[in-house]
């Protein structure tokens, strides 16, 4: 059988057992080492006055009611959250409309028009943090752009039509690809991926133009003849409503559609973009 440890040196030990007395405190594994106060009993408004100004019980923290709401008033507030993305213009609701072109899957986007907006939406592209790679058979025509985006950074490159190399996207660095390769574009190297979405050019809808609107996640069109708006019908499916439009549409507005989904654009410059690309054109 065990025996508790000694708690009082030898000397003291015996004169109390000699006296017949039991030691005032004893230490235990649970001792706190303060001291008690022994002798008369105080009363109980003195006890609880002490406890709360000793040091040992620390000091009071601010006493708040719990900030709680119920669940039908969680809806006064919340934050609505948008797209994010690339802002192509203004929807007829005068709603801002959001383009998102850095994706964790692979997009592609094909764009009939000109120049003029295509150039936009690479400056915005850039601004947004993308790098923007543009395959080109006319590199004269961006290569303005290119010197004045990114304010001397270098985040618009020119490349010849076949000599696009690997970019290595990622989440931190998504990758903006524009081809600009005339009406019948070669296959290209690089192709669309996550983070890399690849957009091509078409300056009108050649006898070409299905197999490219075919494959397309996302079609943009311009003004185009009443002739070259039987193909979109044929091959998008776009509403005749919609379709009556395009052969007046004002140089800066795009029908923007889907398989589903058809939302006529109107994309309106800033200061900066007009006195680097001029004003809103469709033929260059």
């Not at 030691?23 to 109980?44: C, F, K, L, R, Y």
């Not at 801002?96 to 964790?104: K, N, T, Y």
């Not at 790098?131 to 270098?154: F, K, Y």
């Not at 070669?186 to 690849?198: C, D, E, K």
Request: net charge positive.
């Amino acid at each position: 059988m065990s025996h508790p440890a000694q708690t009082m040196p030898p000397g003291q030990q015996g004169r109390a057992a000699a006296s017949g007395r039991t030691p005032a405190h004893v230490a235990s594994p649970t001792d706190t080492g303060m001291i008690p106060i022994i002798g008369q009993p105080q009363p109980p408004e003195q006890q609880q006055q002490r406890r709360i100004f000793s040091p040992g019980f620390g000091l009071r923290g601010p006493r708040r009611n719990r900030h709680v709401v119920t669940a039908d008033e969680l809806a006064a507030i919340d934050m609505p959250i948008g797209d994010d993305g690339v802002i192509i213009g203004t929807d007829p609701e005068s709603q801002p409309a959001v383009l998102g072109l850095s994706r964790p899957t692979a997009f592609d986007v094909v764009f009939v028009g000109g120049l003029w907006l295509a150039q936009v939406l690479a400056l915005r592209a850039a601004a947004t943090g993308a790098r923007v790679g543009v395959e080109t058979g006319r590199p004269q025509a961006w290569q303005q752009l290119a010197q004045a985006a990114g304010g001397g950074q270098q985040c618009v490159t020119v490349y010849p039509v076949g000599r696009v190399p690997a970019q290595g996207p990622s989440v931190s660095s998504p990758v903006v690809l524009i081809r600009d390769c005339g009406v019948r574009p070669p296959r290209g190297r690089v192709t669309s991926v996550p983070w890399q979405a690849v957009v091509t050019v078409l300056p009108f809808v050649s006898e070409h133009a299905p197999r490219w609107l075919a494959q397309a996640h996302l079609v943009g069109i311009q003004r185009i003849s009443p002739q070259e708006t039987d193909v979109v019908r044929d091959t998008l499916g776009v509403p005749d409503e919609h379709l009556q439009h395009l052969p007046t549409l004002h140089d800066g507005v795009a029908l923007w559609c889907t398989r589903k989904h058809h939302k006529f654009v109107m994309t309106a410059p800033t200061d900066a973009e007009t006195g680097l690309l001029g004003v809103a054109r469709r033929m260059d």
